[in-house]
């Protein structure tokens, strides 16, 4: 270990190390000052001694080496001068940076292709198997790229990703320069972003995962640990706003779902009101990830919260914003599909999604009981039917009117090719054509008992006939019609045991779905049921008394 009076002298002796080639042993010098309990009290002279270091690190590509440097320069200046640590590890992460630009651009000069040909490997971690080495020395000019790849793109790109994790891994107890953690955070996604590292933005997700779990539970070790405050809480939630948005700009929806439980877990952790534009924000991205997921109510009910939000604003937005919201929330909801007005409690495919939907509605302080009916009742109480355009309007008197005409989509197809011309409505026009539809079946099922196939094609003119089969099964499993499709005749007609039946009703909202049978009623049907099989089974009063045959006596036990 080398001594020195001032780190002055370290920092010359390091140049001229410099100079002759020895560059590790002047790390090794360098790294020496900064241990030294000599030099424990921070000096200007300390900060150039560092970020000569890391500019040696950042050439040499030691990783490790930095990470110990940063960890021993924090001991130095992290009750004195928290600004020189900003300053240096700001400084370390524009040297990657600026080292993993070159590389590229060397790589890119000496294969001629473009980056984003240079990065279609899959993890930066991995490590080279002997395989791989054993052919890349015998390989010849078709292997060039993956030559230049391993020997240039690479390790900069690792490094590059070393120096992130490096400067999270110094900053995650340090709540002073919390800007300085969430701005690294940003930097890292958009290295994910910008080089597709999927694998990377994971373990990315992880390790913040873990950092605000560390800072936030009880520790009885720790017990006169202080909790975060407003500030940093609030900069961890604008955090992982900024992960919720690369994850769906990388669709990685998996880690998008897993983010959504983070930033819950937080606003649980929140004792103060968190501001209204990130949130709005936030509730645009669920927007997003819910319509991707195929949960169109969960869509709708995240577009309306948005459109209260944005009314919160201290500017707030123009009307015709506004109103844009509106229309984007009536057609969302109306895009929603029908409830079944029929709920059988011994599924247990229906147990288990009504389980995981209400989970899901609690973790996001929406209604428990949220469904298409309440949505809709929601959204003309608060006034955005009002607000919506007079196409979304005209459009929503046709399909939730008490009565539907069978000309319902001669109507309605000026309207949907209006719609259509809108990008941010254009989204909801296969949903609202089979709407359209599922309101004409229901009309000709209150009014025909049997009608040809060409009759019902002509009239639901805005969808294809595999649609339409596909329509009519689809609510036929949910109980919405009871129409049957007989390919041999060319009609469609009701059930025949439900032809004396009223037909179920509507899923309007001036018509609200049939409340699901208890267990008790269930269970007393099924009681019924049985009494009637077993009396069917006893023999009649009229007939001599005698012992029932071993025949009978075998049906008996097999009826009942």
């Given at each position: 270990m080398q001594h020195f009076a001032k780190p002055e002298n370290a920092l010359k002796r390091a140049e001229e190390l410099c100079a002759v080639g020895q560059r590790d042993a002047a790390l090794v010098g360098m790294y020496d000052v900064l241990s030294s309990k000599r030099h424990?009290?921070?000096?200007?002279?300390?900060?150039?001694?560092?970020?000569?270091?890391?500019?040696?690190?950042?050439?040499?590509?030691?990783?490790?080496?930095?990470?110990?440097?940063?960890i021993q320069?924090?001991?130095?200046?992290?009750?004195?001068?928290?600004?020189s640590m900003e300053s240096v590890l700001r400084h370390f992460m524009d040297l990657a940076d600026k080292a993993a630009e070159t590389a590229i651009a060397k790589a890119e000069e000496i294969t001629g292709l473009n980056a984003e040909k240079l990065l279609d490997f899959d993890d930066l971690e991995a490590e080279e198997t002997p395989e791989s080495l054993m052919m890349a020395t015998v390989g010849g000019g078709a292997d060039s790229k993956k030559r230049t790849d391993r020997l240039i793109v690479t390790p900069s790109l690792k490094f590059l990703w070393e120096s992130y994790r490096t400067v999270l891994?110094?900053?995650?107890?340090?709540?002073?320069?919390?800007?300085?953690?969430?701005?690294?955070?940003?930097?890292a996604f958009g290295f994910c972003l910008k080089y597709k590292r999927a694998v990377e933005f994971r373990r990315l997700c992880e390790i913040l995962r873990n950092h605000i779990q560390a800072q936030t539970k009880f520790d009885p070790k720790w017990k006169d640990k202080e909790p975060l405050s407003a500030e940093a809480m609030q900069t961890h939630l604008e955090t992982r706003f900024a992960q919720l948005k690369s994850a769906i700009e990388m669709e990685l929806w998996q880690e998008a779902y897993r983010t959504v439980e983070d930033v819950h877990s937080l606003l649980a952790l929140m004792k103060v009101r968190p501001k209204a534009k990130p949130m709005a924000a936030y509730h645009g991205q669920l927007a997003r990830v819910f319509w991707v997921a195929g949960n169109v109510l969960f869509h709708a009910m995240s577009i309306v919260r948005l459109f209260a939000l944005s009314k919160t604003f201290a500017t707030p937005p123009p009307p015709e914003e506004l109103s844009m919201l509106a229309s984007r929330a009536v057609l969302a909801a109306l895009a929603t599909p029908c409830e079944s007005p029929v709920v059988d409690v011994n599924l247990l495919e229906y147990d288990l999604e009504h389980e995981k939907t209400k989970r899901m509605a609690t973790m996001l302080?929406?209604?428990?009981?949220?469904?298409?009916?309440?949505?809709?009742?929601?959204?003309?109480s608060k006034g955005l039917l009002a607000l919506a355009s007079?196409?979304?309007?005209?459009?929503?008197?046709l399909t939730e009117a008490g009565f539907t005409a069978l000309d319902l989509a001669s109507k309605a197809t000026p309207l949907l090719t209006k719609l259509a011309e809108n990008p941010q409505l254009a989204q909801y026009d296969a949903q609202l054509r089979r709407l359209i539809g599922l309101r004409l079946l229901q009309q000709m099922e209150r009014v025909y008992l049997t009608i040809t196939i060409d009759k019902v094609t002509s009239a639901i003119s805005v969808l294809t006939w595999p649609q339409i089969t596909d329509l009519i099964l689809w609510a036929a499993k949910r109980d919405l019609i009871t129409l049957r499709i007989d390919e041999k005749l060319g009609q469609?007609?009701?059930r025949a045991d439900r032809r004396t039946r009223p037909c179920p009703p509507r899923c309007a909202t001036r018509s609200p779905p049939l409340?699901?049978?208890?267990?008790?009623?269930?269970?007393?049907?099924?009681?019924?049921?049985?009494?009637?099989?077993?009396?069917?089974?006893?023999?009649?009063?009229?007939?001599?008394?005698?012992?029932?045959?071993?025949?009978?006596?075998?049906?008996?036990s097999r009826a009942s």
């Open positions: 424990r009290v921070w000096q200007p002279s300390m900060e150039l001694v560092m970020k000569r270091y890391l500019e040696l690190c950042v050439d040499m590509r030691k990783a490790k080496a930095a990470k110990d440097g940063l320069y924090r001991m130095v200046c992290q009750q004195i001068n928290v600004a891994d110094v900053l995650r107890n340090n709540t002073k320069i919390d800007e300085l953690y969430r701005d690294t955070c940003m930097k302080a929406f209604p428990s009981e949220l469904s298409r009916s309440s949505l809709l009742d929601e959204i003309r007079p196409e979304v309007q005209q459009l929503y008197a469609i007609r009701q409340a699901p049978r208890s267990t008790a009623c269930a269970r007393s049907c099924r009681r019924r049921r049985l009494r009637a099989r077993r009396r069917r089974c006893v023999p009649s009063s009229t007939a001599p008394s005698q012992p029932p045959s071993r025949r009978s006596t075998s049906a008996c």
